[in-house]
């Protein structure tokens, strides 16, 4: 399995990643992160795809990966949101909207769970 030695990981965050197969598991496991630790949790996971793609030899981009997000735009609209697009782009909503945002952080992480479990297979 691919190590996570560039990135900066508590426990928590490792035991997430350790976690990836186990979907009910990893579910559990994301529900105790507060919003603004999602958003670290995704950085690190898109890099993680990022940099796992590459040694796979898929070598995915970020445009690669949000492609396959749903677009904010949708996500808005789905759950009601008149905020200005660029806030839920930029994460303001962070501040105003927490349990909105991180809905929207937790289903990002799923798709790049999915990826990395797609990538895993093919290696």
């Known amino acids: 399995m691919h190590k996570m030695a560039h990135y900066e990981v508590d426990r ?44 796979v030899g898929k070598n995915f981009s970020r445009r690669n990966l ?11 609209y789905r759950v009601g949101c008149h905020e200005r697009i660029d806030y839920c782009r930029g994460n303001i909503c962070l501040n105003t909207h927490p349990n909105c945002a991180g809905d929207k952080l937790k289903g990002q992480i799923a798709i790049l769970r999915e990826i990395l479990i797609e990538l895993k297979v093919k290696q």
């Open 12 to 55: 928590r965050k490792q035991k997430l990643i350790d976690n990836l197969h186990d979907e009910e598991l990893f579910s559990s496991l994301l529900d105790t992160f507060r919003p603004r630790e999602l958003v670290e949790v995704q950085v690190i996971l898109w890099n993680y795809v990022i940099d796992y793609s590459s040694v």
């Open 66 to 76: 949000t492609g396959r997000m749903e677009p904010t735009a949708n996500y808005q």
